[in-house]
Nanobody, 127 residues
């Protein structure tokens, strides 16, 4: 599985960005997510989507501001980020894993345990 992110950049607080993750390669992975990492800190889960039924789950810090979605025809997962804050500044990574049910996907928000990762895209939010 290959994951290629795009859409990062610099924006002022209150602005919006949309990240894209193009998924390719034939290995079954039904839990796709976005994580982020700031230098010196652990990687944290941001949002995941269980592709089996479309269920989505979010970290409390982004709930109501970020939206994860998928376009099956394009094999792409998106992260729409609105009302951005300076604390959202991080390297954002797309990730994938195979799970047995939606709850197992949801748990990846708290513990981002995936087995495929993209190269990351930087998001910088200035105050």
């Amino acid at each position: 599985v290959q994951l290629v992110e795009s859409g990062g950049g610099s924006v002022q607080a209150g602005g919006s960005l949309r990240l894209s993750c193009a998924v390719s390669g034939y290995r079954f992975r039904n839990c796709l997510g976005w994580t982020r990492q700031v230098p010196g800190k652990e990687r944290e889960g941001v949002a995941v989507i269980y592709t089996g039924g479309g269920s989505t789950f979010y970290a409390d810090s982004v709930k109501g501001r970020f939206t994860i979605s998928q376009d099956n025809a394009k094999n792409t997962v998106y992260l729409q980020m609105d009302s951005l804050k300076p604390e959202d500044t991080a390297m954002y990574y797309c990730a994938a894993v195979a799970v047995s049910y939606a709850g197992n996907c949801a748990s990846r928000v708290l513990k981002p345990d995936f087995d495929y990762w993209g190269q990351g895209t930087q998001v910088t939010v200035s105050s």
